[in-house]
């Protein structure tokens, strides 16, 4: 019986079980923290601080891609940067409204 997910296994077949168990703790291959092998998507989805991400503006066209751990730095460092995006990005809409109407 696997001491993990406790299904009845043959014990020939314990390492190649093992090696799929869902319920096995294994190592984030960016981080390094432990978690089950079920949960690793929704680790490295949500969690893993090495996962690296679009900036949060990316739909205002700051293409920067960072590590989830330095998010917030780089929204602190490019405060003006993003607002400027926003601002060009409120412009352009205005000025295609303007176009239509006209």
């Given amino acids: 019986r696997c ?8 014990f020939w077949n314990n390492p190649k079980h093992l090696t799929e168990c869902p319920r096995v703790r294994v190592p984030c291959q960016l981080c390094s923290v432990e978690t089950r092998r079920d949960a690793m998507t929704k680790h490295l989805s949500d969690d893993c ?4 991400l679009e900036c949060p503006f990316v739909k205002y066209k700051c293409m920067t891609r960072i590590k989830r751990k330095d998010i917030d730095k780089h929204l602190e460092e490019n405060e003006t940067k993003h607002l400027g995006l926003k601002l060009t990005a409120m412009e352009d809409l205005i000025n295609k409204q303007s176009e239509k109407i006209d």
């Fill in 3 to 10: 001491e993990h997910c406790f299904a009845y296994i043959r």
């Fill in 49 to 52: 601080k090495e996962k690296v």
